[in-house]
Protein backbone atom coordinates (compact mmCIF):
# COMPACT_ATOMS: atom_id res chain seq x y z
CA UNK A 1 0.00 0.00 0.00
CA UNK A 2 2.88 2.28 0.90
CA UNK A 3 6.30 2.03 -1.45
CA UNK A 4 8.92 3.57 0.49
CA UNK A 5 12.60 3.61 -1.07
CA UNK A 6 15.86 4.74 0.60
CA UNK A 7 19.18 6.17 -1.15
CA UNK A 8 22.00 8.81 -0.67
CA UNK A 9 23.70 5.86 1.84
CA UNK A 10 27.64 4.76 0.65
CA UNK A 11 31.21 5.06 2.15
CA UNK A 12 32.58 8.25 4.26
CA UNK A 13 35.26 9.01 6.22
CA UNK A 14 34.59 9.53 10.02
CA UNK A 15 33.51 13.00 10.67
CA UNK A 16 32.46 13.98 7.04
CA UNK A 17 28.58 14.03 5.94
CA UNK A 18 26.01 12.18 3.94
CA UNK A 19 22.43 12.62 3.32
CA UNK A 20 19.66 10.16 3.03
CA UNK A 21 16.47 10.32 1.31
CA UNK A 22 13.22 8.24 1.75
CA UNK A 23 10.87 8.66 -1.38
CA UNK A 24 7.34 7.62 -0.32
CA UNK A 25 4.37 6.12 -2.93
CA UNK A 26 1.17 4.98 -2.24
CA UNK A 27 -1.18 7.04 0.13
CA UNK A 28 -1.05 10.50 1.15
CA UNK A 29 2.34 11.43 2.49
CA UNK A 30 1.47 14.20 4.52
CA UNK A 31 -1.18 11.88 6.57
CA UNK A 32 2.63 10.02 7.85
CA UNK A 33 4.62 10.70 10.68
CA UNK A 34 7.84 9.08 9.26
CA UNK A 35 11.16 7.08 11.24
CA UNK A 36 14.67 6.50 10.45
CA UNK A 37 15.45 2.87 12.18
CA UNK A 38 19.10 1.40 11.55
CA UNK A 39 20.27 -2.11 12.13
CA UNK A 40 24.43 -2.74 12.40
CA UNK A 41 25.63 -6.34 11.78
CA UNK A 42 25.37 -8.54 14.65
CA UNK A 43 22.95 -5.92 16.77
CA UNK A 44 19.14 -5.38 16.78
CA UNK A 45 17.41 -2.53 15.22
CA UNK A 46 17.37 0.35 16.68
CA UNK A 47 15.85 3.78 16.35
CA UNK A 48 17.49 6.72 15.22
CA UNK A 49 15.32 9.52 14.04
CA UNK A 50 11.45 10.81 13.69
CA UNK A 51 9.50 13.64 12.31
CA UNK A 52 5.45 14.00 12.38
CA UNK A 53 3.20 15.03 9.66
CA UNK A 54 3.57 18.46 9.57
CA UNK A 55 7.31 18.39 10.36
CA UNK A 56 7.55 20.41 13.49
CA UNK A 57 7.66 17.93 16.13
CA UNK A 58 11.00 15.67 15.71
CA UNK A 59 12.70 12.44 18.57
CA UNK A 60 16.09 11.83 18.00
CA UNK A 61 18.11 8.93 19.68
CA UNK A 62 20.93 9.90 22.17
CA UNK A 63 24.08 8.60 19.67
CA UNK A 64 22.64 11.21 16.81
CA UNK A 65 21.56 14.22 18.52
CA UNK A 66 23.07 17.14 17.69
CA UNK A 67 24.74 15.56 14.66
CA UNK A 68 21.83 14.38 12.74
CA UNK A 69 18.76 16.31 11.35
CA UNK A 70 15.48 14.45 9.97
CA UNK A 71 13.65 16.42 7.71
CA UNK A 72 10.90 15.95 5.14
CA UNK A 73 9.36 18.01 2.09
CA UNK A 74 6.02 17.10 1.69
CA UNK A 75 5.59 18.78 -2.06
CA UNK A 76 7.90 15.69 -3.26
CA UNK A 77 7.01 13.14 -0.76
CA UNK A 78 9.82 12.52 0.55
CA UNK A 79 11.65 12.35 4.11
CA UNK A 80 15.34 13.02 4.60
CA UNK A 81 18.21 12.33 7.12
CA UNK A 82 21.38 14.50 6.90
CA UNK A 83 24.40 13.28 8.87
CA UNK A 84 27.12 15.22 9.90
CA UNK A 85 30.05 14.32 12.06
CA UNK A 86 29.37 10.60 11.63
CA UNK A 87 31.49 7.73 13.45
CA UNK A 88 31.99 4.51 12.65
CA UNK A 89 29.76 3.20 14.62
CA UNK A 90 27.19 5.03 12.87
CA UNK A 91 27.81 2.11 10.45
CA UNK A 92 24.19 0.32 9.26
CA UNK A 93 21.54 -0.57 7.08
CA UNK A 94 19.42 2.30 7.51
CA UNK A 95 15.53 1.90 7.18
CA UNK A 96 12.54 4.24 6.42
CA UNK A 97 9.57 3.83 7.86
CA UNK A 98 5.89 4.90 8.16
CA UNK A 99 2.65 4.88 10.01
CA UNK A 100 -0.36 7.45 9.87
CA UNK A 101 -0.48 10.29 11.64
CA UNK A 102 -2.90 9.43 14.34
CA UNK A 103 -1.17 5.67 15.19
CA UNK A 104 2.69 8.06 15.04
CA UNK A 105 1.41 10.75 17.44
CA UNK A 106 -0.64 7.87 19.98
CA UNK A 107 2.06 5.12 20.00
CA UNK A 108 5.34 7.21 19.42
CA UNK A 109 7.66 7.94 16.43
CA UNK A 110 10.61 6.08 18.29
CA UNK A 111 8.73 2.48 18.30
CA UNK A 112 9.64 0.43 15.58
CA UNK A 113 6.35 -1.10 16.67
CA UNK A 114 4.55 2.24 15.31
CA UNK A 115 5.47 2.03 11.76
CA UNK A 116 3.33 0.11 9.16
CA UNK A 117 5.83 -0.02 6.27
CA UNK A 118 9.07 0.03 6.11
CA UNK A 119 11.44 0.45 2.81
CA UNK A 120 14.53 -1.92 1.75
CA UNK A 121 17.07 0.05 3.33
CA UNK A 122 20.43 1.61 2.38
CA UNK A 123 24.41 0.62 3.21
CA UNK A 124 26.20 3.19 5.28
CA UNK A 125 29.88 2.95 6.37
CA UNK A 126 32.27 4.75 8.12
CA UNK A 127 35.49 4.62 7.99
CA UNK A 128 38.05 5.40 10.78
Known amino acids: QVHLVESGGGLVQAGGSLRLSCAASGRTFSSDGMGWFRQAPGKEREFVAA????????YYADSVKGRFTISRDNAKNTVYLQMNSVKPEDTAVYYC?????????????????????WGQGTQVTVSS
Open 97 to 117: AAAFATRWATRGGQRSSTYEY
Open 51 to 58: INWSGDIT
